[in-house]
T-cell receptor, first 115, second 114 residues
Framework: DAGVIQSPRHEVTEMGQEVTLRCKPI?????LFWYRQTMMRGLELLIY????????DSGMPEDRFSAKMPNASFSTLKIQPSEPRDSAVYFC?????????????FGPGTRLTVL | TQLLEQSPQFLSIQEGENLTVYCNSS?????LQWYRQEPGEGPVLLVT?????EVKKLKRLTFQFGDARKDSSLHITAAQPGDTGLYLC??????????????FGRGTQLTVWP
């Protein structure tokens, strides 16, 4: 299996531009998670989906952030408009089922820099 | 406020030394996981502990879940440069509304020098 696939791996954009991050979870996994990692705040959960349905989006910083999961094999995280404080590494992770013991499999991350 | 506190935040040691890192909370978890993250990559699961007092060993790594399921420790014997990385603990609750969600600590950055 190819694992969780994220694109792009690196994104540099200017303040005010729209940014779209993409994720393909592991086939057959029912849960998908979007995280943001910074030195200051560590690894923060932004939103997660079970069976393509958003379960908890309380970690989404503000209305500029939105996430969709139109089908079981694809999800997007969009930032519009982007700001310099959004600079971080964004990870997508998937797990087989919504269990308290399920392993989360992380993608390689997208390093976002907003100038 | 972080639900899980990890200490120390940074640890720099020589090859061959032993070390212990800690993960503490005031909350009771149904399970706790430890992940290791290397530069430029996502975290990778090392172990899951589910029973209070449980001890699991993975080669030179020993993981323990506290009796009250509020804390955990990771002990590494004879550390090697390949152990270098960010060690993250993550707790989970057995609750319907948050089932499947992990609450991550901020991690311990370990550097092992040859």
């Amino acid at each position: 299996d190819a694992g969780v696939i994220q694109s792009p791996r690196h994104e540099v954009t200017e303040m005010g531009q729209e940014v779209t991050l993409r994720c393909k979870p592991i086939s057959g996994h029912n849960s998908l998670f979007w995280y943001r990692q910074t030195m200051m705040r560590g690894l923060e959960l932004l939103i997660y989906f079970n069976n393509n349905v958003p379960i908890d989006d309380s970690g989404m910083p503000e209305d500029r952030f939105s996430a969709k999961m139109p089908n079981a094999s694809f999800s997007t995280l969009k930032i519009q408009p982007s700001e310099p404080r959004d600079s971080a590494v964004y990870f997508c992770a998937s797990s087989p089922d919504p269990s308290d013991r399920a392993e989360q499999f992380f993608g390689p991350g997208t390093r976002l820099t907003v100038l | 406020t972080q639900l899980l506190e990890q200490s120390p935040q940074f640890l720099s040691i020589q090859e061959g030394e032993n070390l212990t890192v800690y993960c503490n909370s005031s909350s009771v978890f149904s399970s706790l996981q430890w992940y290791r993250q290397e530069p430029g990559e996502g975290p990778v699961l090392l172990v899951t502990v589910v029973t209070g007092g449980e001890v699991k060993k993975l080669k030179r790594l020993t993981f323990q879940f506290g009796d009250a399921r509020k804390d955990s420790s990771l002990h590494i014997t004879a550390a090697q440069p390949g152990d270098t990385g960010l060690y993250l603990c993550a707790g989970a609750y057995l609750r319907g509304s948050t089932l499947g969600r992990l609450y991550f600590g901020r991690g311990t950055q370990l550097t092992v020098w040859p």
